[in-house]
């Protein structure tokens, strides 16, 4: 192929300029996740995010998986969501530069995941978690705007606050978790009366005032113009569109069963089987309370980072097994440990499934729900934070694509609290502060 | 009116030097005439252009100031094929998802402009109850709001109609600041703001054309040089009609090429013609590349930006030495990539090259070289075609569909150690040589530079040969290469057709405007001060033909995405 | 196999026997030295490098601990009890029993404890080295007066004289040892301090004039602030800046050395080292209150042919410091790690063999060791002293 380079084709390849309007397509994946949860419901369902805490980490080479993408292996310790793994992500080598401060024990990690600091003093939040950031998004309008609960039973356990030092406590009994949410003061959401939110109304009206002024534009433009204002003009009607569902009265919540009583009283111990069950009366009334509309965020807190857990016959807990076990290099984990870690990791799976097996819709409310579960610790020995363990379950109503395992090639862990952030509507382009500070939401996780 | 101290101290920070007095041609008028009525819109619409990312942050960050926090995400303004974003911005629409990210960042900006701690610098005055509607101090708030977001007054409608929806917020919500907050809310996601519309009047020079009129003006000119919106002395230019002046049209544009402010939109300049969009997407393979990371990743842009800007600006150099300047700048991140020492622990500081470090200006950075490479490996194909089009402003042909690459991606193959050689084997195939003789001679002589740009000898323990071509000239490595494109009169033809564009929104279309301009580019010694001076005030750049203007009266909107949504699935 | 299945294995390889190639760091024989090629130094005489590995080396050999590692203090109670108490106690329903009374002994009155105030326990002996093999540097040759009678160790090259009784005192504990006859948890948990950035060492050497032999080296070993560089499996990348700091907590030693068939061995002077890595919380922010005292501290360091250096640093350590980490990690570290400080303590006094005390006659310190590994880097002094080193030879 003859191809002249001289000075006039390259002036004429720089005036090859043609008038075209770039397309952008009307249907997004915000829009489309909501078109099909109206067409099954005719109201929009609710979205809602929780978190899922576990102690002391994992054994890194058991858990991680090794092959990034879709088709992501399961190593021995990860087994257990194998009926979920089409709707759980799992992210690996994101890891905690803490620029400098001291990795304080079982806290640093967990709270720089939530917060995307780093923790200069011992207690308390230094910042808003990110649970209330998304919660101040999608929370307002239900009667809690999150509920918190310890499955351990202990009311510090907890990772979620506005900072300051402040941490929201948590609800360790489920007694006291079901009297909360169904005894005074529950009403029955398909009996109350609705409110269209002021906040919703008053965008209403904005765009009302933006198209408003349409014609004064319309008048003065040339035909490629036009097409721009008419896009624009097509995207305000379909934000009014949205607004308008929301200032309906929505359809009856169908899988609202209010529960017949109180559950009987544990009693409170560190003991595995008891924590299990603890967090098996917790997880179903929590998944009643969401179904109910009753909150749209809530956090679970299984164990704490520096774990009492502890078995049968034994008073030796999961953190001091961590710490004494010796890690066999031949083996590559501690046995002992381990057992606790596979517990956790059927109960997350546990919870998973509770939330799959409420119907809405054409969906579960695990659909319409994103789960961040993570731990504190990469490997509990060390206390190393680098490689936190991480995963999503849930797709938040269309905004999260899930089935991967995501590998994060040593960037920091904020970019998973930015991107469920961004999925879930807070309006933020970078989290996190110094070296966790980030601008790169996970493009694969991100429906669309 | 009288403007409260930090707005008045804000925009006098960004008023023009007190070189730019020009005299009013007009009668007086600014920021005092805003709530007065305004000149009626006869202006035909010539050109929508969307802001940017950095300028719509630039713009609220000069009218509200650097506290004002701006977060969301930015729909991206796709570039067309060969062409700058300033081009793309001009055909760019807003999809549901950028309007609704556009809204929610506008009721986060409202939200902290009459926070308490901030609505006594934007609101001169008190309402007669703070829980109440009080039309008259609404309009004395928002009609220079109004007047710095759209970039010009608001038209008496305008005006009335923030005010009626300022009081209509105010007695629902009980709170005359809510009112507020609903009505400056409404304007940063009107089409007024978000979209740079520029307007033509007929140009009395030449009877039966239009020319841009003087609010287009001072807004063509803030966004060109400072990459932002205009302020306080051009609106207020524009308003005494003195912007379509040529002398005073000249003696504006020198003063803000000449101000620190510049440096801003040089670098956004920069960054849309040597398509910086790209490092967002940049990512290496770690096992290949151990020493390549986020931190890394984030310093390669801004070396590049000090090196152009502190060689254009702060040193005034000549544009074709942007190619051989051995001054850099280095941080601590970037140390490593070049196995050089960097004093400080934090920041910036200079750095210049040594003659057997091979390189030259901008192509010997890490950030060219790591951009115009593939994750595992360099690809002195990219690198060539790089050079071409980004520099040289000339197109090279995309590769045939159904071409057999194994030759050239397999870098373990011990009988084909290098990329010379591999190239060498793929160009065997005549379709595929035509457009390699183009690209790969010019890329080959970076070869000495790996994936991410860090200095290699061998390849493969074979040593690379860094001996290239181009149109006909031979030299020898990066330096070679540096040489050959100063040389070369398509690179000052390059930028300064990429400055026309830039400034116009579209290609240049008028080969003789472009040969003037580098003439005078020339003349000046190649300085980008004076050609950022010369295309700003040529005529013939606010000169338009008319477009065809579309009078249908009736409007039908698309269909509901949310039926389409039914059927989308 | 995928780039992450390779990180990984490379997490586990990790985990793995290091083989010969961790210990190859005894003193080079003439004839081993005259194998390495070694390139010039830099024209300024100028090198940098940053410490990647710093750990107490281990000899693991079956003669070492012949009884097994030190008892944790759960087993150290039920070995002090009866054997049919401890048969009684050893029962699953007793469990809550031996809990109560083994946790008993870490606490003394007035709200003491065993790892705050070891002082004040008195506790049987432990588990120590019955092996005369050690890795270690001869601290006591050229006539050192305050030190006090000790056996000494050999070492697995065969060098003799070697002085490093805080290996003979905590060689078996099961921190040190590990059970799988490769490593123990020390060295695994201190070589993720060093990548993770948590505690970082540098080494500036003025005044090189050759690699081979030099009579007259500056040294300065200091603790920085900076992160390494590393790569995703945690190896230290050459090439990196780092700047020497000198302000609290950090310290920065400046010795004098000289190099001999490529080795270089520094005059003993004290060497002091903030330890930042690990503790945490108000007790004690990275390293505010622990410090590493190296009394006639010295190192031993080989350049090799790949720009890197291996060796040894070695001194006298108060005794205390050796356990500092689990003093100051209070009844804890009794109680969940299962330390007896005391025993420790007691045990580090009784083999303590060097700074002897004019007034009592006894040793406050005792012979210690470290490993060290290090690889090129850009060492920029404290401000005010001099340029930035050139951490390798220039192209």
């Known amino acids: 192929m003859a191809y002249d380079l001289s000075r006039r084709t390259?002036?004429?390849?720089?005036?090859?300029?043609?008038?075209?309007?770039?397309?952008?397509?009307?249907?997004?994946?915000?829009?489309?996740?909501?078109?099909?949860a109206l067409a099954a419901t005719g109201a929009a369902v609710p979205v809602r995010f929780g978190t899922w805490f576990w102690g002391l980490g994992v054994n890194p080479n058991r858990w991680f998986p090794t092959k990034p993408g879709k088709d992501f292996d399961l190593p021995p310790e990860l087994e257990p969501i194998r009926p979920f793994k089409d709707k759980i992500n799992v992210f690996g080598n994101f890891n905690v530069p803490l620029d400098g401060a001291p990795n304080l024990p079982h806290t640093s990690g967990g709270v720089a995941v939530r917060t995307g600091i780093a923790l200069t003093a011992d207690r308390g939040l230094p910042g808003q978690s990110f649970d209330v950031t998304i919660g101040d998004q999608i929370g307002t309008r239900s009667r809690f705007r999150s509920l918190d609960v310890s499955a351990i039973g202990d009311a510090r356990n907890s990772l979620s606050g506005r900072g300051g030092g402040n941490l929201n406590p948590s609800e360790g009994s489920a007694v006291a978790l079901y009297q909360r949410i169904f005894g005074t003061g529950f009403q029955d959401p398909n009996s109350a009366s609705f409110t269209p939110d002021p906040v919703t109304m008053a965008r209403?009206?904005?765009?009302?005032?933006?198209?408003?002024?349409?014609?004064?534009?319309?008048?003065?433009?040339?035909?490629?113009?036009?097409?721009?204002?008419?896009?624009?003009?097509?995207?305000?009607?379909?934000?009014?569109?949205?607004?308008?569902?929301?200032?309906?009265?929505?359809?009856?919540?169908?899988?609202?069963?209010?529960?017949?009583?109180?559950?009987?009283?544990?009693?409170?111990?560190?003991?595995?089987?008891?924590?299990?069950?603890?967090?098996?009366?917790?997880?179903?009334?929590l998944v009643m309370a969401l179904a109910c509309d009753q909150t749209r965020v809530f956090n679970m807190m299984f164990n704490n980072g520096a774990s009492t857990l502890t078995r049968i016959g034994s008073t030796i807990t999961h953190h001091q097994?961590?710490?004494?076990?010796?890690?066999?290099?031949?083996?590559?984990?501690?046995?002992?440990?381990?057992?606790?870690?596979?517990?956790?990791?059927?109960?997350?799976?546990s919870f998973v499934a509770a939330l799959d097996a409420v119907k809405e819709g054409s969906r579960t409310l695990l659909d319409n729900t994103v789960v961040f579960a993570h731990s504190e610790t990469e490997f509990a020995k060390f206390h190393t934070i680098d490689n936190m363990p991480m995963m999503t379950a849930g797709s938040g109503g269309g905004r999260i694509a899930t089935g991967h395992y995501v590998d994060g090639i040593g960037t920091p862990v904020t970019r998973v609290g930015l991107t469920l952030q961004q999925a879930l509507g807070v309006p933020v382009d970078r989290w996190g502060s110094k070296s966790m500070e980030t601008s790169k939401p996970i493009a694969e996780i991100v429906a669309g | 009116m009288k403007r409260s101290a930090k707005l008045a101290a804000a925009l006098a920070l960004l008023a023009l030097p007190a070189a730019m007095a020009f005299a009013p041609v007009g009668p007086a008028a600014g920021a005092d005439t805003a709530a007065a009525p305004a000149p009626a819109q006869a202006g035909q619409i010539v050109a929508m252009r969307r802001l940017t990312e950095a300028q719509y942050r630039n713009s609220i960050a000069d009218i509200f100031g650097p506290d004002i926090r701006v977060s969301g995400r930015f729909e991206p303004i796709v570039r067309p094929v060969?062409?700058?974003?300033?081009?793309?911005?001009?055909?760019?629409?807003?999809?549901?998802?950028?309007?609704?990210?556009?809204?929610?960042?506008?009721?986060?900006?409202?939200?902290?402009?009459?926070?308490?701690?901030?609505?006594?610098?934007?609101?001169?005055?008190?309402?007669?109850?703070?829980?109440?509607?009080?039309?008259?101090?609404?309009?004395?708030v928002l009609a220079p709001l109004g007047r710095y977001l759209f970039r010009r007054p608001l038209t008496l409608d305008e005006q009335a109609f923030y005010v009626r929806m300022a009081g209509a917020a105010a007695g629902k919500a009980g709170s005359f600041d809510k009112g507020l907050e609903l009505a400056l809310s409404a304007m940063l996601v009107s089409p007024n703001f978000l979209y740079v519309i520029e307007r033509a009047e007929p140009d009395p020079a030449n009877p039966g054309q239009l020319r841009l009129d003087n609010g287009t003006r001072a807004t063509r000119l803030a966004m060109m040089l400072w990459n932002s919106a205009p302020n306080e002395a051009l609106l207020k230019a524009a308003a005494e009609g003195r912007l379509t002046d040529q002398k005073q049209l000249e003696a504006a544009a020198a003063a803000m090429v000449s101000s620190p402010r510049f440096e801003q939109g040089l670098r956004a300049f920069f960054a849309d013609m040597l398509l910086f969009e790209k490092f967002d997407e940049l990512a290496k393979d770690p096992v290949v590349y151990p020493y390549f990371n986020q931190d890394v990743a984030q310093a390669?842009?801004?070396?590049?930006?000090?090196?152009?800007?502190?060689?254009?600006?702060?040193?005034?150099?000549?544009?074709?030495?942007?190619?051989?300047?051995?001054?850099?700048?280095?941080t601590r991140a970037l140390g490593p990539v070049y196995q050089v020492p960097v004093h400080r622990a934090k920041g910036w500081?200079?750095?210049?090259?040594?003659?057997?470090?091979?390189?030259a200006g901008l192509i010997g950075q890490a950030g060219f070289l790591s951009l115009y490479s593939h994750s595992g490996r360099s690809s002195p194909t990219l690198r060539g075609r790089a050079i071409r089009e980004v520099l040289m402003c000339q197109p090279v042909p995309n590769p045939p569909g159904n071409v057999n690459f194994t030759a050239v991606q397999d870098v373990h193959n011990k009988a084909m150690p290098t990329a010379r050689i591999r190239l060498t084997a793929h160009n065997t195939d005549p379709v595929c040589a035509g457009c390699h003789k183009i690209t790969d001679p010019v890329g080959l002589s970076l070869e000495r530079f790996d994936g991410i740009g860090a200095w290699r000898a061998s390849e493969n323990d074979a040593p690379i040969d860094a001996g290239g071509m181009m149109d006909g000239v031979k030299f020898e490595g990066g330096a070679g290469l540096g040489k050959a494109l100063s040389e070369s009169p398509d690179t000052p033809i390059c930028v300064a057709s990429r400055a026309l564009e830039y400034a116009v929104g579209k290609p240049p279309e008028d080969e003789a405007l472009v040969e003037r301009l580098v003439g005078d580019f020339a003349g000046s010694g190649y300085a980008i001060r004076a050609l950022f001076l010369k295309v700003a005030t040529m005529p013939e750049t606010w000169r338009v033909t008319a477009p065809v203007l579309d009078n249908a009266t009736h409007v039908s909107f698309a269909a509901p995405a949310t039926m389409a949504g039914r059927t989308g699935r | 196999?995928?780039?992450?299945?390779?990180?990984?294995?490379?997490?586990?390889?990790?985990?793995?026997?290091?083989?010969?190639?961790?210990?190859?760091?005894?003193?080079?024989?003439?004839?081993?030295?005259?194998?390495?090629?070694?390139?010039?130094?830099?024209?300024?005489?100028?090198?940098?490098?940053?410490?990647?590995?710093?750990?107490?080396?281990?000899?693991?050999?079956?003669?070492?601990?012949?009884?097994?590692?030190?008892?944790?203090?759960?087993?150290?109670?039920?070995?002090?009890?009866?054997?049919?108490?401890?048969?009684?106690?050893?029962?699953?329903?007793?469990?809550?029993?031996?809990?109560?009374?083994?946790?008993?002994?870490?606490f003394g009155p007035n709200g003491t404890n065993i790892c705050s105030q070891p002082d004040l326990f008195s506790r049987p002996a432990m588990r120590t080295v019955q092996s005369r093999m050690a890795w270690g540097l001869d601290l006591d040759k050229p006539g050192a007066d305050d030190t006090c009678e000790h056996a000494e160790f050999t070492s697995p090259h065969g060098e003799s004289g070697i002085d490093n009784q805080e290996y003979r005192v905590m060689g078996c504990t099961l921190e040190w040892r590990g059970t799988d006859g490769i490593k123990g948890d020390q060295a695994v948990g201190l070589r993720q301090f060093f990548a993770s950035g948590e505690w970082t060492q540098v080494l500036l050497l003025r005044g090189v004039d050759s690699l081979q032999h030099d009579e007259d080296v500056e040294v300065i070993y200091a603790n920085t602030p900076d992160r390494p560089v590393i790569d995703t499996t945690g190896r230290f990348l050459p090439g990196a800046s780092f700047t020497i700091s000198d302000k609290p907590p950090r310290e920065r030693?400046?010795?004098?050395?000289?190099?001999?068939?490529?080795?270089?061995?520094?005059?003993?002077?004290?060497?002091?080292?903030?330890?930042?890595?690990?503790?945490?919380?108000?007790?004690?922010?990275?390293?505010?209150?622990?410090?590493?005292?190296?009394?006639?501290?010295?190192?031993?360091?080989?350049?090799?042919?790949?720009?890197?250096?291996?060796?040894?640093?070695?001194?006298?350590?108060?005794?205390f410091d050796v356990i500092q980490s689990p003093g100051i990690g209070g009844v804890g570290s009794a109680l969940v790690a299962g330390i007896d400080c005391a025993q420790y303590l007691q045990t580090l006094r009784q083999y303590a063999d060097g700074v002897r005390d004019p007034k009592t006659g006894k040793c406050t310190a005792i012979s210690s060791a470290v490993q060290l590994a290090a690889v090129p880097a850009f060492v920029n002094d404290i401000p005010a002293a001099s340029a930035p080193a050139g951490g390798r030879a220039s192209r």
């Open chain 3, 253 to 319: 030693n400046v010795l004098h050395g000289r190099i001999d068939n490529g080795v270089l061995t520094t005059t003993p002077a004290d060497i002091k080292l903030a330890q930042t890595w690990g503790q945490g919380g108000a007790r004690d922010i990275r390293g505010n209150r622990t410090r590493y005292d190296y009394r006639h501290g010295r190192l031993r360091l080989q350049f090799q042919s790949d720009g890197t250096l291996t060796g040894m640093l070695g001194g006298y350590k108060p005794v």
């Open chain 2, 82 to 140: 060969h062409e700058m974003i300033a081009s793309g911005a001009r055909r760019a629409s807003i999809s549901p998802t950028g309007l609704e990210n556009f809204d929610a960042m506008a009721r986060v900006i409202a939200a902290q402009v009459f926070d308490a701690q901030h609505r006594a610098l934007f609101a001169p005055c008190a309402p007669a109850d703070a829980k109440t509607a009080d039309d008259r101090c609404a309009a004395q």
């Open chain 1, 204 to 285: 209403r009206s904005v765009l009302s005032g933006v198209a408003e002024q349409r014609q004064a534009l319309q008048a003065a433009v040339g035909a490629e113009d036009r097409q721009k204002l008419d896009q624009y003009y097509t995207s305000v009607r379909q934000l009014e569109n949205q607004l308008d569902v929301q200032l309906t009265r929505p359809e009856p919540l169908q899988a609202c069963a209010v529960p017949h009583g109180a559950p009987a009283e544990l009693t409170a111990s560190g003991e595995i089987e008891t924590v299990m069950k603890n967090h098996k009366l917790m997880t179903d009334l």
């Open chain 1, 321 to 349: 097994l961590t710490h004494e076990e010796v890690l066999d290099n031949r083996l590559g984990y501690q046995p002992n440990a381990t057992y606790f870690l596979t517990r956790i990791m059927e109960a997350w799976t």
């Open chain 2, 300 to 330: 390669l842009p801004e070396q590049t930006l000090r090196t152009i800007t502190d060689h254009l600006l702060t040193r005034n150099g000549d544009y074709r030495q942007l190619f051989t300047t051995s001054h850099t700048f280095m």
């Open chain 3, 1 to 106: 196999m995928t780039d992450t299945l390779r990180r990984r294995f490379r997490r586990l390889a990790a985990l793995l026997p290091l083989g010969g190639a961790l210990f190859a760091i005894g003193p080079a024989t003439d004839a081993q030295q005259s194998a390495i090629r070694l390139p010039d130094p830099p024209a300024n005489g100028v090198m940098g490098f940053v410490i990647s590995e710093a750990i107490p080396p281990v000899v693991q050999e079956p003669t070492a601990c012949p009884q097994g590692t030190v008892l944790k203090m759960r087993d150290q109670f039920l070995a002090d009890q009866p054997a049919e108490e401890r048969a009684r106690l050893s029962k699953p329903e007793n469990e809550a029993e031996l809990v109560r009374k083994w946790q008993a002994t870490a």
């Open chain 2, 349 to 359: 500081e200079p750095y210049e090259f040594g003659p057997r470090d091979d390189r």
């Open chain 1, 10 to 36: 390259a002036l004429r390849g720089m005036l090859n300029g043609a008038g075209v309007v770039v397309g952008v397509p009307l249907l997004n994946a915000f829009l489309d996740g909501n078109g099909e």
